[in-house]
């Protein structure tokens, strides 16, 4: 299984930025998608995730309400909608795949809980 995350750059306070992370594979629908952060000399920290079967997600407290995060399974890619972006979002953005989503109630929100990772695209956010 390969990801390929895309979409990073440089943006300017308040702007908006889209994420995209293609999956490798047939068995995408049935992946929970998770994107996570990092920023220099800090730990990877969970930002968000959606469900195997779409419909559920969940958002850091620090992202809730200007971060979006989507799928289409038909593309075998989710998205990351992010606005209102703030200097404290800069950092690097990986997306992951859970497998064991269908055996989970909830979607996941640690890091151990992915298996599989994508290499990282850069978003900085100038002040």
């Known amino acids: 299984v390969q990801l390929q995350a895309s979409g990073g750059g440089l943006v300017q306070t308040g702007g908006s930025l889209r994420l995209s992370c293609t999956v490798s594979g047939r068995t995408f629908s049935s992946y929970g998608m998770g994107w996570f952060r990092q920023a220099p000399g800090k730990e990877r920290e969970f930002v968000a995730a959606?469900?195997?079967?779409?419909?559920?997600?969940r958002y850091a407290d620090s992202v809730q309400g200007r971060f979006t995060i989507s799928r289409d399974n038909a593309k075998n890619t989710v998205y990351l909608q992010m606005n209102s972006l703030k200097p404290e979002d800069t950092a690097v953005y990986y997306c992951?795949?859970?497998?064991?989503?269908?055996?989970?109630?909830?979607?996941?929100?640690?890091?151990?809980?992915?298996?599989?990772w994508g290499q990282g695209t850069q978003v900085t956010v100038s002040s």
């Open positions: 959606i469900y195997y079967r779409g419909g559920s997600t």
């Open positions: 992951a795949a859970d497998p064991r989503a269908p055996d989970r109630l909830l979607v996941g929100i640690s890091t151990y809980q992915y298996d599989y």
